[in-house]
């Protein structure tokens, strides 16, 4: 049974870096079938997809994330990660991490959702 653990911290304050950290279980991350995402979803506001990291360990981030997101990973702990600098309080949000299908992009395990809140 696939089953994603998202971790960090919930509070960070505006100009840090937020890292957030994603556990798999039940596959491996090297898995050639899939990529590892990171989703996020502010309050009153659609799904957002910020980036990608396939079973080779390239990444693909969102255009309007890619200059202050860093996706990566570590394959003997199976887990992956999201570093976000410079935030502000738009990047209050909950954070999903996902396992994607290569073939479709289609999200078929998700995390429980990781709160994160910008707030000096």
């Known amino acids: 049974q696939v089953q994603l653990q998202g971790s960090g911290p919930g509070l960070v304050k505006p100009s840090q870096t937020l890292s957030l950290f994603c556990t798999i279980s039940g596959t491996s991350i090297t898995t050639r079938d899939y990529g590892w995402s990171w989703i996020r979803q502010s309050p009153g506001k659609a799904l957002e997809w910020m980036g990608v990291m396939a079973a080779d360990g390239d990444a693909n981030y969102s255009p309007s994330l890619k200059s202050r997101t860093t996706i990566s990973w570590d394959p003997s702990k199976n887990q992956f990660s999201l570093h976000l600098r410079s935030v502000t309080p738009e990047d209050t949000a909950m954070y999903y991490c996902?396992?994607?299908?290569?073939?479709?992009?289609?999200?078929?395990?998700w995390s429980q959702g990781t709160p994160v809140t910008v707030s000096s």
């Open positions: 996902t396992r994607a299908s290569a073939t479709d992009g289609s999200h078929d395990h």
